[in-house]
């Protein structure tokens, strides 16, 4: 537990330097600091002088006419109600500093009414430490195993180059932080927060433009003052101070000669260094142009659109993703995610080629002519028939209690027309046997006839 000391103290330290409180003078005059001690007679209260130097100044309470203090535990939650866990985590050692200012004001202030919130945001990294600790890497937000952190070795190492870039910005090294920009942009120009970057170097380049034309022109106005001044010194003090300006101007050539045969594309800013300076405006006369050309919104989209395409592989949704995949690949074709994304897509598309569609086992359905079976000539119902009630009758109720449904009559069969529609008719099957029988008479009464007459001729 008192390794979280450290980085509490430090926090504290931090969050006094905003003094938050004041005193009021009879005169009109507003002291503004940290109030350290108190007696009946007087207070004394710490002020900032310049930088981080601090002064005391013992105040009488006869010449205080108000004064305003803020509770301890208030000022070290400033501190502290801004920490959360970042997008991505990979060591242990990056929650020390967190955590031990989180643990830190709960055992300070223990009563402080901000605990329970402070005691939720310190569970938050004791549970990302349990994460780490296992084994796994938190990457954007997700919780990879080890072998999967490696798979997404490229956005990890890019992502932490952005990280070291953005700590350098908050130290004032924008020097430095526009040098890990060029090594980011270099080793992983398809990386998800290229964008990011990009953008966070134009924000740097438009803040160092001006700042180093101001510096240049401070320097040439003390060359100017320094080469006036020096034809007034005599000898040998003169030449003394032309040796050691010279001195110093090597110096600073040399450090800008080898910070270039690095390959470093933003050499150190010497304030005191007219080869600095010229070359760094150099560069940033150059650096704001083609950054301003970079597609930046449209990769930022092509990140969007990526993130649609993962959600949709893994809802299964292989023409969703399908779509998402092919806006992605157009807006930024070097946008490297797209490698892993379609590799997961080809797989899903494989699967769903290699499973076959279900079976369903569905009941036999009884086709119309089976469900509208003519009633046979008879009046009495068939075996197994359900007669229809009549109009006028009462319902009949079926076994479970419910109605029995009423199956409708079949259509009448379509018309036939022609010789064939009548004979199968009742009516044409009637005339069919008349004529037979009429024939069949007629025959039979020709032949008695004949025979009668034979008869007669002999």
Same mark, same amino acid.
């Given at each position: 537990?008192?390794?979280?000391?450290?980085?509490?103290?430090?926090?504290?330290?931090?969050?006094?330097?905003?003094?938050?409180?004041?005193?009021?003078?009879?005169?009109?005059?507003?002291?503004?600091?940290?109030?350290?001690?108190?007696?009946?007679?007087?207070?004394?209260?710490?002020?900032?002088?310049?930088?981080?130097?601090?002064?005391?100044?013992?105040?009488?309470?006869?010449?205080?006419?108000?004064?305003?203090?803020?509770?301890?535990?208030?000022?070290?939650?400033?501190?502290?109600?801004?920490?959360?866990?970042?997008?991505?985590?990979?060591?242990?050692?990056?929650?020390?500093?967190?955590?031990?200012?989180?643990?830190?004001?709960?055992?300070?202030?223990?009563?402080?009414?901000?605990?329970?919130?402070?005691?939720?945001?310190?569970?938050?990294?004791?549970?990302?430490?349990?994460?780490?600790?296992?084994?796994?890497?938190?990457?954007?937000?997700?919780?990879?195993?080890?072998?999967?952190?490696?798979?997404?070795?490229?956005?990890?190492?890019?992502?932490?180059?952005?990280?070291?870039?953005?700590?350098?910005?908050?130290?004032?090294?924008?020097?430095?932080?526009?040098?890990?920009?060029?090594?980011?942009?270099?080793?992983?120009?398809?990386?998800?927060?290229?964008?990011?970057?990009?953008?966070?170097?134009?924000?740097?380049?438009?803040?160092?433009?001006?700042?180093?034309?101001?510096?240049?022109?401070?320097?040439?106005?003390?060359? &100017?003052?320094? *080469? %006036?001044? @020096?034809?007034?010194?005599? !000898?040998? =003090?003169?030449?003394? /101070?032309? #040796?050691?300006?010279?001195?110093?101007?090597?110096?600073?050539?040399?450090?800008?000669?080898?910070?270039?045969?690095?390959?470093?594309?933003?050499?150190?800013?010497?304030?005191?260094? &007219?080869?600095? *300076? %010229?070359? @760094?405006?150099?560069?940033? !006369?150059? =650096?704001?142009?083609? /950054?301003? #050309?970079?597609?930046?919104?449209?990769?930022?989209?092509?990140?969007?659109?990526?993130?649609?395409?993962?959600?949709?592989?893994?809802?299964?949704?292989?023409?969703?993703?399908?779509?998402?995949?092919?806006?992605?690949?157009?807006?930024?074709?070097?946008?490297?995610?797209?490698?892993?994304?379609?590799?997961?897509?080809?797989?899903?598309?494989?699967?769903?080629?290699?499973?076959?569609?279900?079976?369903?086992?569905?009941?036999?359905?009884?086709?119309?002519?089976?469900?509208?079976?003519?009633?046979?000539?008879?009046?009495?119902?068939?075996?197994?028939?359900?007669?229809?009630?009549?109009?006028?009758?009462?319902?009949?109720?079926?076994?479970?209690?419910?109605?029995?449904?009423?199956?409708?009559?079949?259509?009448?069969?379509?018309?036939?027309?022609?010789?064939?529609?009548?004979?199968?008719?009742?009516?044409?099957?009637?005339?069919?046997?008349?004529?037979?029988?009429?024939?069949?008479?007629?025959?039979?009464?020709?032949?008695?006839?004949?025979?009668?007459?034979?008869?007669?001729?002999?």
């Amino acid at each position: 537990m008192r390794k979280f000391w450290l980085p509490f103290a430090v926090v504290i330290m931090t969050a006094f330097l905003g003094f938050a409180d004041s005193v009021t003078l009879k005169t009109g005059e507003t002291v503004e600091g940290t109030i350290t001690g108190e007696t009946e007679k007087d207070v004394t209260i710490s002020v900032r002088v310049s930088g981080g130097v601090t002064d005391e100044r013992t105040i009488s309470k006869n010449d205080i006419s108000s004064m305003s203090k803020t509770p301890p535990d208030e000022i070290a939650y400033q501190a502290v109600k801004d920490l959360r866990p970042a997008e991505n985590a990979f060591t242990l050692s990056a929650f020390d500093g967190e955590i031990g200012a989180l643990q830190g004001f709960v055992d300070t202030y223990p009563g402080s009414s901000h605990v329970a919130e402070v005691k939720k945001n310190l569970a938050e990294f004791e549970d990302e430490r349990a994460h780490l600790e296992g084994g796994q890497y938190k990457v954007f937000g997700k919780w990879l195993s080890k072998d999967d952190a490696m798979k997404q070795r490229y956005q990890i190492a890019s992502q932490e180059l952005f990280e070291s870039m953005e700590a350098q910005v908050k130290g004032r090294d924008l020097i430095g932080a526009l040098n890990t920009f060029t090594e980011l942009e270099k080793s992983y120009p398809g990386a998800r927060v290229y964008p990011d970057a990009v953008d966070r170097a134009k924000q740097i380049v438009a803040a160092l433009h001006p700042d180093i034309d101001r510096r240049l022109e401070v320097w040439q106005h003390d060359e &100017e003052e320094r *080469l %006036t001044n @020096l034809e007034l010194v005599a !000898e040998p =003090e003169k030449s003394q /101070l032309i #040796a050691a300006a010279k001195a110093e101007a090597k110096r600073y050539d040399t450090l800008c000669q080898n910070a270039q045969k690095s390959g470093l594309k933003w050499i150190p800013l010497l304030p005191r260094s &007219e080869k600095s *300076l %010229t070359a @760094l405006q150099t560069t940033v !006369e150059n =650096e704001e142009p083609r /950054l301003d #050309a970079i597609p930046v919104e449209q990769m930022h989209e092509s990140v969007q659109a990526l993130d649609r395409g993962r959600e949709a592989i893994e809802e299964q949704d292989a023409l969703g993703a399908d779509s998402a995949l092919k806006e992605a690949a157009n807006l930024w074709p070097a946008n490297h995610g797209l490698t892993d994304a379609t590799l997961l897509l080809n797989r899903l598309k494989a699967e769903e080629k290699a499973t076959p569609p279900p079976v369903q086992l569905l009941r036999p359905v009884a086709t119309p002519a089976q469900v509208a079976r003519p009633m046979p000539m008879s009046n009495a119902p068939s075996p197994g028939a359900i007669a229809a009630p009549s109009p006028g009758s009462a319902k009949a109720a079926s076994p479970v209690g419910t109605p029995l449904p009423v199956i409708p009559a079949p259509p009448p069969p379509p018309a036939e027309s022609g010789v064939m529609s009548f004979l199968m008719s009742p009516s044409g099957m009637l005339v069919v046997v008349g004529v037979g029988v009429l024939g069949a008479g007629g025959a039979l009464l020709a032949a008695r006839a004949k025979k009668q007459k034979e008869a007669s001729a002999e």
